[in-house]
């Protein structure tokens, strides 16, 4: 036994529950796993009793999540001005990007950094979780490194990609210590100014009953690195030739994994994905990660768990991905999706100019695609021919809708459903803000899912493209013969997760009862959709 003092946590359930007894076992997933023993306005964070002095948990289980954050945290991870001073692209203080997007135990890391001068710098890398409300857990630091200004990145006459040959500035390979998570790696300068980049450690190795995908795919297609006025583009715009920006017409048709993160190193919705594994982390539950790159590849096969969750904004998807995820509902698996316009547009992975494999994405959207091979070209999922089979409502039970003009409520539908179970919710009641940034609903004109779908919110915004009011809905569709796929359908749900999110707290402003709301039906959705271990 560990000679740490005893602490009330969820870690002391664990114990108790494999006591040996199926009854400790059921009691783990009553009191861990069942929602509906709490009361509606439970705070999400459990105190259990100790267990008995004499017993052991099973040694998979002393590394569980749970023990995992009683470490020590640090605030440090978060791109904030009261810690540090975020470099700018136009004069590039100090910006990197890493080798890869995912990695396993024993593989490498590399870190790629760029420093205006040559200033002393450090590489931190922490991991995102709950550590006592930090968010973060610092796993370590490099020496002090000497900074130097790599070359420009290149464009690509045809396609306006922009990618990076930077040598290698530093790197870690992952230790079998650190568990799978969401981590973030933050470039620091000798005089405070800072960057930063996400990267995965994955464990395909063990099957957890939720895996967590974390869209990188998505993250590249926002970035507009370097947001200079001049060189940056992405796959919505860029910069024209004298400076200014040149919309759509001067957007890239590629873009590549070799570039930093613009500003601070934070991708684009970056806080809708840790809140998520924040909140996941202070409950305790069996989690793992996966990058979106993973289901592209294989590295991580989405039928070993039970659930596979989707906590921010995954817009971008390759074929690959999609028969990955859709192969995992066929075999009984379930999906939840805690955003909005999710697998919306088709891409293509490709090999870097150096031969890496999987560093290029394209998304030609409306123009010619040279590269459509037999997945199709790459636009929206739902205009690939024939017969657009498959349109994503087919796989999610509803699709992208528009854009939310302000924040508009959430108006709940099927209070009796097990989503909506212990938060009190009425029909029709609504949900202040709830519904914001871009939204979903049911398309009786798009290609339908096989089963049964349940409309669990109806709700009235303003499209901000149209001028036009539009419908939002929230929806579990149950696949005839396979899983069920969860969509909540606003980006507004998982920021409600966490308390200290800072656009949060400025643009939705919700109230304390809707996010004690939200943080229930949350769980409801992770109980439901992972009861049973993985088969």
């Known amino acids: 036994m560990s000679s740490r003092p005893p602490r009330r946590s969820v870690l002391s359930l664990i114990a108790l529950a494999t006591a040996g007894t199926a009854f400790g076992a059921q009691a ?19 105190t259990m009793v100790e267990p008995a002095a004499n017993v052991r948990a099973p040694a998979a289980q002393v590394r569980s999540i749970v023990d995992e954050n009683l470490a020590a945290g640090s605030r440090n991870w978060i791109p904030d001005q009261n810690i540090g001073k975020a470099s700018s692209d136009t004069y590039g203080h100090i910006m990197g990007y ?39 857990r610092l796993m370590t630091t490099s020496p002090v490194l000497t900074g130097r200004r790599q070359a420009a990145p290149v464009s690509d006459r045809e396609t306006g990609a922009l990618s990076c040959a930077w040598a290698r500035s530093w790197g870690i ?6 568990r799978s998570g969401l981590y973030q790696a933050v470039f620091t300068t000798a005089d405070g100014y ?34 200079d006025g001049k060189a940056g583009k992405n796959l919505y715009g860029g910069y024209l030739p004298g400076g200014g920006a040149g919309g759509a017409a ?49 590295s991580v096969d989405p039928a070993r768990y039970r659930a596979v969750f989707f ?12 028969d990955s995820a859709s192969g ?28 890496r494999p999987d560093r290029v994405m394209a998304c030609y959207k409306s123009a010619p695609d040279p590269g459509a091979g037999e997945s199709g070209a790459t636009t929206i999922w739902r205009s690939i021919l024939p017969d657009r089979a498959l349109a994503e409502q087919r796989l999610l039970g509803i699709q992208f809708s528009g854009i939310v003009k302000k924040p508009t409520p959430l108006v709940v539908r099927q209070p009796g459903h097990w989503l909506w179970r212990g938060t009190g919710v009425k029909d029709g009641e609504q949900l202040a803000n709830l519904v914001g940034v871009e939204a ?45 796929v969860f969509m909540a359908g606003t980006f507004h749900w998982p920021l409600m997760l966490v308390d200290d999110d800072a656009y949060t707290r400025k643009t939705v402003k919700p109230s304390g009862a809707t996010k004690a709301k939200i943080r229930r039906a949350t769980a409801n959705a992770v109980f439901r959709l992972t009861a049973g271990a993985p088969r």
């Open 173 to 178: 390979r992952v230790p079998e210590s650190w």
């Open 98 to 136: 890493t080798s890869t997007t995912s990695a396993g135990h024993g593989d490498a890391v590399d870190f790629h950094v760029s420093v205006r001068s040559a200033k002393t710098y450090r590489v931190s890398v922490f991991r995102i979780g709950y550590y006592g409300g930090k968010g973060a």
């Open 328 to 355: 995992a509902v066929a075999a009984g698996r379930n999906l939840a999706f805690l955003g909005a316009n999710n697998v919306y547009f088709h891409v293509r992975l490709e090999r870097s100019a150096t031969g």
């Open 440 to 484: 979903d609903c049911y398309d009786i004109h798009s290609p339908q899912p096989q089963g049964r779908r349940t409309l669990l919110a109806d709700s009235r915004y303003e499209d901000s493209k149209q001028a036009k009011t539009k419908t939002q809905h929230t929806a579990v569709t149950e696949h005839t013969g396979g899983g069920t």
């Open 311 to 322: 906590p921010g904004h995954d817009e971008y998807w390759s074929k690959q991905m999609y």
């Open 28 to 46: 783990l997933r009553e009191k861990v796993l069942r929602p509906d023993r709490l009361a509606a306005d439970a705070p999400t964070r459990l």
């Open 250 to 298: 001067s957007r890239s048709l590629k873009v590549s994994f070799d570039r930093p993160y613009s500003g601070a190193g934070t991708p684009s919705w970056f806080n809708m994905d840790t809140s998520f594994v924040r909140w996941a982390e202070e409950r305790g539950y069996d989690i793992t990660y996966a990058s979106s790159v993973d289901l592209h590849d294989g």
């Open 194 to 227: 800072r960057s930063s980049t996400p990267f995965v450690v994955r464990e395909p190795q063990r099957s957890s009953a939720l895996l967590c995908v974390i869209p990188f795919t998505t993250y590249q297609a926002y970035n507009m690195w370097p947001k």
